[in-house]
Every structure is written in structure tokens, then in C-alpha cells.
């Protein structure tokens, strides 16, 4: 059985960074890509960032291209997300997702979003 585990959330003033973290276990994990996504109460959960299997190529949602990195280290079995330069707009619980390919991660839709199980995310709080 799969599990994602993030953690690594936080309250903190705008401009300030963050680095939350996703330990896999349940799959080989090194064959997979990762992502993460966000949700904010009332809003649909959306895609942040991606990285391929290998690490050699990361993706990003327009609103964090610049501020946000997402890597991984296969030898731990942890995707990690630094995220600087926050904004009060990226207040949201972040998740982390596993799928053979960014591309699928990407490719999920608002209906697979809400339709995929999930871990129980780690809440990001910005204040301005």
C-alpha cells in the first residue's frame, strides 16, 4: 500500500521560505515521479510542481515558477519542496502525489484531483 507523508508546513510572514517534505513508502519509489499540489478551503486543489523519476527535469505552475524547487533524494525516498519568496496567496495545505510520469501529474484533472486519495497534507500559512 502506497503512503505519502508530508510535513514540514508552517505559519510564516510574507517573503519568508518554507521547505516541506514527502516520505514515500509502499512503492519503488525511485521509478516514479512526484508532485505537489495545494488546496485552499473552497477553492479546487491544483498542481504546483513535478519532478521526473530521475530528477533531471522539474515542472512548475506558472504562480510559483521562480520562487519555488521542488528535488528529490531516491536514497531517502523524500520529494521536497522549498518554497521562497511566499506570498499570502500560497497559504493552501500542500500534498504530495505519486504517477508513473510528470506529465501524468500534470495531465490530472480538477475530477481526478478530487477523486484521488490522499495523504493529510501539510497547511502553509502566509501572513502579510
Known amino acids: 500500500q502506497v503512503q505519502l507523508v508530508e510535513s514540514g508546513g508552517g505559519l510564516v510572514q510574507a517573503g519568508g521560505s518554507l521547505r516541506l517534505s514527502c516520505a514515500a513508502s509502499?512503492?519503488?519509489?525511485?521509478?516514479?515521479?512526484m508532485g505537489w499540489f495545494r488546496q485552499d478551503p473552497g477553492k479546487e486543489r491544483e498542481f504546483v510542481a513535478a519532478?521526473?523519476?530521475?530528477?533531471?527535469?522539474?515542472y512548475y505552475a506558472d504562480s510559483v515558477k521562480g520562487r519555488f524547487t521542488i528535488s528529490r533524494d531516491n536514497s531517502k525516498n523524500t520529494v521536497f519542496l522549498q518554497m521562497n519568496s511566499l506570498k499570502p496567496e500560497d497559504t493552501a495545505v500542500y500534498y504530495c502525489?505519486?504517477?508513473?510520469?510528470?506529465?501524468?501529474?500534470?495531465?490530472?484533472?480538477?475530477?481526478?484531483?478530487?477523486?484521488?486519495?490522499w495523504g493529510q497534507g501539510t497547511q502553509v500559512t502566509v501572513s502579510s
Open positions: 509502499g512503492l519503488t519509489f525511485s521509478t516514479y515521479a
Open positions: 502525489a505519486a504517477k508513473t510520469t510528470a506529465q501524468a501529474l500534470i495531465a490530472m484533472t480538477p475530477e481526478n484531483l478530487r477523486l484521488r486519495s
Open positions: 519532478i521526473n523519476w530521475s530528477g533531471s527535469s522539474t
